[in-house]
């Protein structure tokens, strides 16, 4: 079946540090790659989406970009804020359905002034 | 649009007990989903819906779970009996279908059975 595989965290950073956090997938098909974000007591909130091989996903200062040959979908920021501070999930979904989403485990971002 | 909205936001019961968690999906959305969350099992897709009708309900767990859609702006998820291990956050989501779209996240139902 369908998995999501990213870092586990926690991922440590001091203000205006470069980011990282890797993602792989395995996915029969050619699935819609997604980051989502979760803040402390909040639900899950889409950050950027890939719909199809080298797209590349943007928003807020954070890009992804879909790889198929390395079947990765990694998140990247270039100088992250103590406001970034929170859990994200790669997910990936079967266009062939109805959007279900299978995530990985998700990795906790904190981020120090 | 005020997003997909979820209720109780947090629930305490008494193990035996019948939980029942309540969403309201964005209107004109016409799949819906839950989800689990615990911090052993990451997030679980538990069932979801299409124009109202159960597609999938392969994640839930067991037969005390039962979810239901009797329209198109309401679903309910309940638990009868609840057991301490149903203690989680239970997430609602809703997209408008098929292929390539996105899920909108409800804020989730924090439920603990002691």
């Known amino acids: 079946g369908d998995s999501v595989t990213q870092m586990e965290g926690p991922v440590t950073l001091s203000e205006e540090a470069f980011l990282t956090i890797n993602c792989t997938y395995t996915?029969?098909?050619?699935?819609?790659l997604f980051w989502y974000v979760q803040y402390p007591g909040e639900g899950l909130q889409l950050l950027l989406k890939?719909?199809?091989?080298?797209d590349k996903g943007s928003n807020k200062g954070f890009e992804a970009t879909y790889r198929k040959e390395t079947t990765s979908f990694h998140l990247e920021k270039g100088s992250v804020q103590v406001s970034d501070s929170a859990v994200y999930f790669c997910a990936l979904s079967d266009r062939r359905g109805y959007s279900t989403l299978t995530f990985g485990k998700g990795t906790m971002l904190l981020v120090s002034p | 649009d005020a997003g997909v909205i979820q209720s109780p936001r947090h629930e305490v019961t008494e193990m035996g007990q019948e939980v029942t968690l309540r969403c309201k999906p964005i209107?004109?959305?016409?799949?819906l989903f839950w989800y689990r969350q615990t911090m052993m099992r990451g997030l679980e897709l538990l069932i979801y819906f299409n124009n109202n009708v159960p597609i999938d309900d392969s994640g839930m767990p067991e037969d005390r779970f039962s979810a239901k859609m009797p329209n198109a702006s309401f679903s309910t998820l309940k638990i009868q009996p609840s057991e301490p291990r149903d203690s989680a956050v239970y997430f609602c989501?809703?997209?408008?279908?098929?292929?390539?779209?996105?899920?909108?996240f409800g804020q989730g139902t924090r439920l603990t059975v002691v």
């Open positions: 989501a809703s997209s408008s279908g098929q292929g390539a779209t996105e899920a909108f």
């Open positions: 890939a719909t199809k091989a080298d």
């Open positions: 996915a029969t098909g050619y699935p819609s």
């Open positions: 209107s004109g959305h016409n799949s």
